[in-house]
């Protein structure tokens, strides 16, 4: 029966359904605003994730010596004040928080819950950074997604592969296992006078804007800062060589701690990228930008601060281009010729 | 005393990662460059460079040809041509004589052999109709252009000339989110797909090697070029005039080709975008010094490593393969054979795509090896137009020497210039050999990447000739 | 007794008085007197090296990664028989991707008799840094400075004794693809792996005051714990790094194993 049926069906229905038929399944799997897509989102919105966001934000003020009270958890978790209030109540009646005046603060147990939160979601970004391709500015969400639903084990078989790391990707100390933490170092940039200096060890990545915007500025930890004036409250400082100028709610968002022993570079890098055919230079350093594997890779190949390099040869198409570093040529595309930074010594670039 | 142990080896623990806290984010770094900078001072000591440096300013010499603007890629596709035309013209000779020996000679041998010692019917049938037969023409068609395809590519391999391949080839693959080997992988896609996965193991890039592992398929193999031949000479050189047939049909066969390159990149492009998104990603292209190749070694690795590593796979694939095509041939319930039932029953269905049940049913039982498509076709041709006088007898798959022959058969079967076309486009896309898809279990030991390598394919080619023949229809009708 | 064997020319011309011994075996290792394991970069000739040594024939490509699976082999040299382990080619043994897992864990914990150490000789520089932590590693080992043809060819001179001098352990200049130096290897390989050359590694010397003290600070405390744990700055360096298996191996204390094999192999 169904052979006549299709036979029957003329060729322009036919692609109409096709068409149709295709559709629906790019939508069903359309990233972000596909079917699946949306069930994940409703699967998110549940208590105990919102429950374990606010332990999170509690902990963080507390470790930063903060206040905080029920708007700013209702501001931190963008949800009503209702919410935020029923959100307390049972925290309060978990036995999570305790409640002074308009104070709230962790108990005992709610501390070592939320540390073993933020530990899971600190690896995760850790893992997101150094493992995969995900943009930069989608760590956190992303991490947030899935530090929710996965196993303890599962995260310390993940941290374990990784060599246990104790850093996250924007400096913050991970949680040991057993609910240890460092005493928190260093000062916000805003409250650094001028000549001083030190290394970022800090960048918090909410809100997000924000973050984006310090990033987009090439700001990351490890970067080592000298603050070269205040102006209005506003922050002027060297970093890597290039002059930037932060306002004070930007510059709240970036910790620094002091270094006695390095003098701040003052000299600007130039990129790898900037190399031309046949010059010389010597390599300063790669840009912690690059990570994982790209980073591990380009390290064994030799680029590391003080060894020699000069632009051997370009690809007939242009863009990766032939370095030859301790007697080796070796492809680099743009992008990552980008991410590694150079000092050309004008006595050296003569081949 | 124990839990004192214990105890105290948990401190040495928890003092480590005490002290990790205080050395910072950069003591990765740091570690590395004390150990390069001991490395730096050992080796100014020890190494002199004397003079210009002689071996290399002749590499780097033949590295500004290679990799020029100008001559780069002429370079790259005369070279490729010359091995791709060695490979055709050297392996046709071989080829022929081994079939001449394994199936028009031992076969009938065999037979006579099992006739002989009065073998029941179905026993012979299955093994030597079948199974034999089965494993003899995937040994006549695939050993020869192998056997001369590999060496030729390992040797280009040895003496260098790859990596600068790749090297050129980057901003293409770049694009498509794919990495510069990629193309090596694909050339190497074009002798065979289970060789060009096995490849994919220089890409050293967790999501790059995926990207060439799941879309070598679309390289059109060894096994797939004769099919392309045929079917473009009988159904597309027979549309222009006799004179022009030949260059007509062949660049009908190279446009599948360049399609296959084109569905390369953008399902490349579109992995990247997708799955494959969160995969890990670095580049590094070492660019070795040339290096004289050992040519005898050379040879004698890639036959061992390559040619029959591949081939023993293919034929114990085949085997089981050529028993499955003679029994669905024989097996009869209802006064029909297993395979006109389906034929039957799938012949709309297939209609649909602009295909017949003939085809879906030969691309099924001959999954071993694309070398073995097209005599099951005409097999399964004949046996389900009831001609009789060609062929073998029941089941048993063979080829003719004329190809007006063939196009005889094919146009009883209905066969017409849309299903030519569609065979083709299938041909090209649809699920690799089982050889390959095994070597892509083996490569990526995941079942997720092996189903979708498997399974993406023969989705795009049932999309890509269903619009085919809809549009077909519609401008015809 | 073969002569003391640290040869600076590699012997192209001089008799080949040990191919007699040299009764090359394949891979039926029943009895086995010395284990060795040879590591490298990729794209050092070391399976051509190995190739070499053991008689097998792996495929080496001029291809950075060739090696993929770890090959074993064997050969019997001076009535001695020796298994080899040819280890993945790798760059660095720092980080955490599975081949240099594999071959760090081979060297520290399998305890080879000698570990041969494969190098370029035309990039010398970015081979010793394999070269150097391996030393952190293992105290019994030998470099086969490989491709010293190509090296002759870009006029690069290297000297040999200063280089053995820095490291502290024989270095054996060779060309594997036309099976120069495989006898001086095989000499060094015999006297490191009977203990008639007494190898004094190279230890790392560049590293920051700071990070000397937390190494020094924990390679004590693992001390106390390990009294007879040979190479104890390694391990701390790695507790530092998270590497898990060490991890483990303190908590499991199966790091405490790793002396008594050593010294049963002296014995």
Same mark, same amino acid.
């Given at each position: ?47 105990? !994730? ?10 963080? $003020? ?32 978990? @036995?999570?928080?305790?409640?002074? %005046? ?92 001028? @000549? ?42 060297? +970093? ?70 000069? +632009? ?40 | ?33 004390? /150990? ?45 041509? !010359? ?75 040895? &003496? ?49 090697? &995926? ?9 059109? $193999? ?33 446009? /599948? ?65 050529? !028993? ?41 039982? +001959? ?18 137009? @009831? ?49 390959? /898809? ?32 809809? /549009? ?6 | ?7 600076? %020319? ?132 030998? &470099? ?53 050359? !007494? $190898? ?68």
């Amino acid at each position: 029966m169904i052979k006549f049926i299709i036979l029957s069906i003329p060729p322009g229905s036919m692609i109409v359904a096709g068409f149709a038929v295709l559709g629906i399944i790019f939508w069903i799997f359309w990233p972000k605003r596909g079917l699946l897509a949306l069930l994940q989102k409703i699967k998110m919105n549940n208590e105990r !994730v919102q429950l374990e966001d606010a332990l999170k934000y509690l902990f963080d $003020c507390e470790y930063n010596s903060n206040m905080c009270n029920m708007n700013s958890i209702a501001g931190n978790l963008n949800i009503s004040d209702d919410k935020a209030g029923q959100l307390i109540e049972r925290l309060l009646s978990m @036995g999570l928080i305790t409640m002074d %005046n308009q104070n709230i603060s962790l108990t005992d147990t709610g501390k070592s819950y939320s540390l073993r939160v933020i530990r899971v979601h600190r690896i995760w970004e850790r893992y997101l950074a150094d493992e995969t391709s995900i943009a930069q500015a989608d760590w956190h969400n992303e991490a947030d997604r899935i530090e929710h639903f996965v196993t303890r084990e599962d995260t310390e078989k993940l941290a374990a592969q990784m060599g246990n790391p104790v850093f996250d990707p924007h400096g913050d100390p991970i949680p040991s296992i057993d609910g240890d933490l460092p005493e928190p170092k260093g000062k916000l940039l805003n409250h650094m006078k001028e @000549g001083e200096s030190g290394q970022i060890i800090h960048i918090e990545d909410e809100p997000r804007s924000i973050y984006e915007q310090l990033v987009a500025q090439g700001l990351y930890p490890g970067m080592p800062v000298f603050v070269t004036g205040v102006d209005n409250g506003k922050i002027i400082f060297a +970093a890597n060589g290039d002059e930037c100028i932060l306002t004070p709610l930007f510059a709240a968002q970036i910790t620094v701690e002091a270094l006695s022993d390095k003098t701040p570079v003052s000299a600007k890098h130039e990129l790898l990228s900037s190399l031309e055919l046949g010059e010389r230079a010597e390599i300063a350093g790669i840009s912690p930008n690059c990570r994982g594997q790209q980073r591990r890779r380009l390290m064994d190949l030799g680029v590391v601060p003080g060894s020699m390099v000069s +632009a051997e040869m370009k690809s007939a198409s242009g863009d990766p281009v032939g370095y030859r570093v301790m007697g080796t040529t070796i492809g680099i595309r743009k992008q990552q010729a980008d991410l590694i930074f150079i000092h050309k010594n004008n006595d050296d670039t003569k081949k | 005393m124990n839990k004192n142990e214990l105890q105290e080896r948990n401190e040495i623990l928890s003092e480590a990662n005490k002290a990790r806290w205080d050395l910072g984010v950069n003591f990765h770094d740091t570690v590395i460059e004390a /150990i390069y900078e001991d490395a730096s001072r050992i080796a100014r000591k020890t190494v002199k460079q004397q003079g210009e440096k002689a071996a290399y300013s002749l590499d780097l010499k033949i590295d500004k040809i290679v990799t020029s603007r100008w001559l780069g890629f002429p370079l790259m596709f005369l070279m490729l041509a !010359v091995v791709f035309w060695l490979t055709v013209a050297g392996a046709n000779y071989p080829s022929g004589l081994l079939a001449s020996f394994l199936i028009d000679y031992m076969h009938p041998i065999l037979k006579q052999a099992a006739a002989s010692i009065n073998m029941p019917w179905w026993l012979d049938g299955v093994l030597i109709d079948g199974a034999y037969l089965a494993m003899a023409w995937v040994i006549a068609v695939m050993l020869p252009p192998m056997a001369i395809f590999f060496p030729l590519f390992t040797l280009l391999e040895d &003496l260098g000339y790859l990596p600068r391949v790749a090297f050129n080839m980057d901003s293409m693959f770049r694009r498509a989110g794919a990495h510069g080997k990629q193309a090596l992988t694909m050339s190497m896609g074009f002798g065979c797909n289970a060789a060009g996965v096995i490849a994919a193991r220089v890409i050293d890039s967790p999501r790059e090697r &995926l990207i060439a592992i799941i879309t070598n398929n679309f390289s059109l $193999c060894n096994g797939r070029w004769p099919t392309q031949i045929l079917i473009a000479t009988i159904f597309i050189g027979s549309l222009v005039p006799a004179g022009i047939a030949g260059f007509v049909s062949a660049g009908a066969v190279v446009g /599948i080709a360049i399609l296959g390159i084109f569905f390369s990149l953008v399902v490349s492009w579109g992995l990247s975008k997708s799955v494959l998104k969160g995969e890990a990603s670095a580049f590094s292209l070492e660019l070795p010094p040339y290096r004289p190749p050992r040519i005898l070694q050379t040879i004698y690795t890639s036959l061992i490593d390559r040619t029959v590593f591949v081939l023993w796979r293919a034929i114990v694939f085949a085997i089981p393969a050529g !028993v499955v095509i003679w029994l669905v041939a024989n097996i009869h319930i209802a006064d029909l054979s297993l395979a006109e039932h389906f034929i039957q029953w799938s012949g709309p269905f297939a209609l649909v795509f602009g295909l017949n049940g003939v085809i879906l049913l030969a691309y099924i039982i +001959a999954i071993p090896a694309n070398e073995i498509v097209i005599p099951t076709v005409l097999m399964l041709t004949v046996l389900s137009t @009831g001609t009789h006088g060609m062929g073998e007898g029941t089941g048993v798959i063979f080829e003719l020497d004329s190809v007006g022959d063939t196009a005889n058969i094919l146009h009883a079967g209905g066969w017409t210039l849309l299903t030519g076309i569609n065979l083709m486009l299938f041909s090209l896309l649809h699920n690799p050999c089982s050889t390959t /898809i095994y070597t892509i279990y083996k490569e990526t030991r995941s079942v997720k990447w092996t189903m979708v390598s498997t399974f993406l394919p023969i989705v795009l080619g049932f999309i890509v000739t269903f619009f085919t023949t809809q /549009i077909w229809y519609l401008w015809f009708s | 007794m073969t002569t003391p064997k640290n040869n600076l %020319n590699n012997c192209a011309t001089c008799p080949v008085h040990n191919k007699e011994n040299l009764i090359k075996l394949g891979l039926s290792l029943d009895e086995i007197d010395y284990v060795i394991t040879m590591a490298g970069n990729p794209n050092t000739g070391k399976s051509t090296v190995f190739n070499n040594l053991t008689g097998l024939r792996q495929h080496t490509g001029n291809w950075p990664g060739k090696t993929v699976t770890r090959a074993e082999g064997g050969f019997i040299y001076n009535e001695k028989r020796y298994k080899v382990v040819d280890l993945p080619g790798t760059y660095s043994l720092l980080s955490t991707s599975t081949d240099e897992e594999v071959a760090r864990n081979f060297i520290l914990f399998g305890q080879p008799d000698v570990t041969v150490i494969v190098v370029d000789a035309t990039r010398l520089e970015r081979n010793l840094n394999l070269a150097l932590q391996i030393l952190e590693i293992t105290d019994r080992a030998v &470099l086969c400075l490989n491709l010293m043809d190509e090296a002759r060819r870009n006029q690069i001179e290297i000297d040999v004794r200063e280089l053995s001098k820095e490291l502290g352990i024989p270095v054996i200049p060779a060309s594997a693809r036309r099976k120069v130096g495989m006898n001086e290897l095989l000499a060094a390989i015999e006297e490191v792996a009977s203990g008639k050359y !007494v $190898c004094r590694p190279h230890k790392i010397k560049s590293r920051s005051a700071k990070l000397n003290h937390a190494i020094s600070n924990l390679s004590a405390k693992l001390a106390k714990h390990f009294p007879k744990l040979p190479n104890l700055n390694w391990v701390a360096l790695r507790l530092l790094e998270g590497d898990n298996s060490i991890i483990e191996a303190v908590q499991s204390g199966e790091l405490g194993s790793i002396n008594a094999q050593t010294e049963t192999a002296q014995a």
